[in-house]
Each structure stands twice: as structure tokens, then as C-alpha cells.
């Protein structure tokens, strides 16, 4: 299962909710989104003697815009994504198991609309170490 997955199913258990989420692209409409996007981080480990994948470290990038001329609210629902990815240590989400999910930084702002809407996104970045599978 893609990490994209599990990690949708997880976020979309948070209380209070949070925005529609897509996987792979932010989507133009509705202006609060949330998008998730995997990239590679490392190489993998190897099983010691055997030819065999142990662990794999996968990046995700979340991004999270807001409405019309939002800051604050969109960096907040950030942070908690943040947070709550950051709980996931020997976790199994689906069928897979997850190590870690560890934040590479606090939000930061990724895109300014200067024109129109003036949507906010901000981004923040996670190095995933789970089993493959």
C-alpha cells in the first residue's frame, strides 16, 4: 500500500477534522485543501546476509492551503498534522509497519497566491522509515 494511503486514512481520523485530502496534486477547488505527496529519501536497508529489503525510508511532503487570505489557520492545521504523524513510532497503519514518522522541520510557507484568491500554502516534510510492503 502507498504511504499516501495509509497516511490519508490516518489524518482523516483527526479530530477536529481535517480538510479534504488528495493524494499527489492540490487540487484548485475547495481553497482549504490538504495534499499528499511521496519522494525518495534514502536508500534502503538491507536484511544482513540476506538479499532482501529490511527497512525502506520513504519523504512526504503534506502541504495545506487555506481559504482566502488564511494564515494562521492553514499553518495551524499544519502543525497539528505534524504532531500527529511525529505519534507514529512502531505503529501499524494498514497493513504495514512503520517505524517512524519523523518531521524534518517545522511548517513553512510553500506558495503565495498574489493575485485572486491569495491562498496560503504551507508544507511541512517527514522522513517515513517503515517495513516494505
Keep these: 500500500m502507498p504511504v499516501t494511503v ?5 489524518l482523516l481520523l483527526m479530530n477536529p477534522p481535517v480538510p479534504p485530502i488528495s493524494r499527489g496534486i492540490m ?9 499528499l505527496n511521496e519522494y525518495p529519501a534514502q536508500a534502503p536497508v538491507l536484511s544482513f546476509g540476506e538479499p532482501t529489503i529490511d527497512r525502506e525510508f520513504i519523504g512526504l511532503q503534506v ?3 487555506g ?4 494564515y494562521d489557520e492553514p499553518r495551524a492545521v499544519a502543525e497539528r498534522i505534524r504532531t500527529d504523524l ?3 513510532q ?3 497503519l494498514g497493513t504495514t509497519l512503520y517505524f ?12 503565495r497566491e498574489t493575485s485572486g484568491s491569495m491562498r496560503v500554502t504551507w508544507g511541512v516534510s517527514f522522513i517515513i ?5
Design 129 to 133: 522509515e517503515k517495513r516494505p510492503g
Design 6 to 10: 495509509d497516511v490519508k486514512n490516518r
Design 90 to 92: 512502531g505503529m501499524i
Design 27 to 35: 487540487p484548485t477547488t475547495p481553497n482549504s485543501a490538504v495534499s
Design 63 to 65: 502541504r495545506v492551503r
Design 86 to 88: 511525529a505519534g507514529v
Design 100 to 111: 517512524m514518522i519523523r518531521p524534518t522541520g517545522a511548517p513553512t510557507v510553500v506558495d
Design 67 to 70: 481559504e482566502s487570505q488564511q
